[in-house]
């Protein structure tokens, strides 16, 4: 082989290895690569909300709901909290709490859109993926939100 075509073939599969990558189908976003929470370069997630500070007020009532740091946390009827995150896996729209049956839904209610998720953020209806589910543990007045 010689030289120039050696080169070429390297410089083909350099490019292949860098922009591989980029390559990929831009509508997938359906496989929940953009969940979003928790952000990239910080695996994990723990955070501690006091109860008792007016931010979080919302949480002191059954069905209540807020955003903190991605993760859509919930007080539900039975009084007990849920954390999953707080944008759709499907085109990135912020999710909302249904209080009436303890589940969540996106947002995007446009055509072709409109997921809901069960509790544990399992998809009851798509086109969505699962959303990531966060421990809760409440001691006092501090909800602690944890998980990877």
Known sequence: ????????????????????????????IDTGVFPSV?????PSVD?????????????????GSL??????VAKTSTGSFIAVASVCTHQSAVIQYN???MSFFCSNQGSGHGSK??????????????LKMYRTELSGTSLRISGY
């Open 67 to 72: 955003i903190k740091n991605g993760i859509i």
């Open 1 to 28: 082989m010689k030289r120039h075509e050696f080169l070429s073939t390297i410089g083909i599969s350099a490019t292949t290895v860098i922009f591989s990558p980029f390559l990929t189908r831009c509508g997938s």
């Open 117 to 130: 998720f069960t509790w544990t953020g399992a998809v009851s209806a798509g086109p969505a993926g699962k």
């Open 99 to 101: 209080n009436t049956d």
């Open 47 to 63: 955070f501690t909300l006091n109860l008792s500070e007016p931010a979080n007020v919302a949480l002191t009532t059954s069905g």
């Open 38 to 42: 928790p952000p990239i370069g910080n």
